[in-house]
């Protein structure tokens, strides 16, 4: 069965720090996404790309976060300069053509200290 | 914009027993999906069920039946045969537009 991988599973940074977290999709989809759920809260929507751009964003989306499509295959979130609240479990999800089911990861847990 | 509520923060259930969480959704979307996802104590994200909204017949999946009422933006997930692995966080999520938008989930604690 086709799988969204993500690394590292677990990242422990300095506050300020930048971090990359990486995911590699499953191959044939097209929709790619990040979302990030603070321990013991809701699953949030931060980021849609779609077609080697973002389609769409939220507003926990700043300019302290960017995301790639490097080489065609890994899907990039970075944090430029971390802070305390940015740690989460991040999810990288993607999606068919179709728009019938998000595949997601088993997520990074960032720890920022 | 869609919206997702979940009203059950946590709900219990004694094993073998059913159990039926909450959602109702707001979109002016025509074409969607609603899911509902499993998250255990390992924090993965896992596809309970899926229901196309053009469908009018409820999903099911095994001991998992969903009760989707599109009039009244409602897409309840019924749990029959409880069993001790599925305690776990429940999420809906409402998938339209490229985009999918969880609630604030339940936890589900299923009692022996």
């Known amino acids: 069965e086709p799988e969204v991988t993500q690394t590292p599973s677990h990242q422990v940074t300095q506050m300020g720090q930048e971090v990359i977290l990486r995911c590699v999709p499953i191959s044939n989809h097209l929709y790619f996404y990040w979302y990030r759920q603070i321990l013991g809260q809701k699953v949030e ?30 899907f990039t979130l970075k944090i430029r300069s971390t802070k305390l609240e940015d740690s989460a479990m991040y999810f990288c999800a993607s999606i068919d053509r179709l728009n019938t089911e998000a595949f997601f990861g088993q997520g990074t847990r960032l720890t920022v200290v | 914009a869609q919206t997702v509520t979940q009203s059950q923060p946590e709900m219990s259930v004694q094993e073998a027993e059913t159990v039926t969480l909450s959602c109702t959704y707001d979109t002016s979307e025509s074409n969607y999906y609603l899911f509902w ?57 409402f998938g339209g537009g490229n985009k999918l938008v969880f609630g604030a989930g339940t936890i589900l604690r299923v009692k022996s």
């Not at chain 1, 790309?49 to 080489?71: G, H, L, M, T």
């Not at chain 2, 749990?79 to 999420?91: K, R, W």
């Open chain 2, 37 to 93: 996802y499993k998250q255990p104590p390992s924090r993965q994200m896992i596809l309970v069920i899926r229901q196309e909204a053009y469908k009018q017949q409820n999903a099911t999946e095994n001991r998992f039946s969903v009760n989707f009422q599109k009039a009244a933006k409602s897409f309840s997930l019924k749990i029959s045969d409880s069993q001790l692995g599925d305690t776990a966080m429940y999420f809906c999520a």
């Open chain 1, 45 to 74: 929507f931060l980021v849609s790309f779609y077609n080697n751009e973002i389609s769409e964003k939220s507003e926990i989306f700043d300019d302290q976060f960017s995301v790639e499509r490097p080489d065609g295959s890994n």
